[in-house]
């Protein structure tokens, strides 16, 4: 099975449950987060690494995750210090508009 993963915080804005911006380091924790992290509760980033583990735990063949930042340069840089992809792995919107044209 094939996936495709979409992370947009933008558009899931109505429910703070989940960040992926937080989760990436893109967005610095809010105070509740940290309280939440202090006091050993469940937070922000544990209820997004879940959602993510397990979107991207059913590709069976192939895993496009899909990124929608407002920083695209903050964005590839924090996507790649977190280790889980390769340098080759990650595309920027310039590759996507390089390939779009051809």
């Known amino acids: ?46 209820r997004t690494r879940r959602l993510l583990y397990v979107c991207c735990s059913r590709s069976l063949k192939d895993l496009a995750v899909i990124l929608f930042a407002t920083d695209t340069q903050a964005a590839t840089q924090a996507v790649l210090a977190t280790g889980i992809f390769q340098q080759d792995e990650v595309k920027s919107e310039a590759f996507i508009d390089i390939a779009l044209d051809n």
Do not use: F, H
């Open 1 to 46: 099975m094939r996936v495709v993963v979409i992370l947009d915080d933008e558009e899931g804005r109505r429910s703070t449950s989940y960040s992926y911006e937080k989760l990436l380091g893109i967005k610095a924790l809010s105070d509740r987060d940290n309280e939440n992290l202090d006091a050993g509760q469940e937070t922000t980033l544990d």
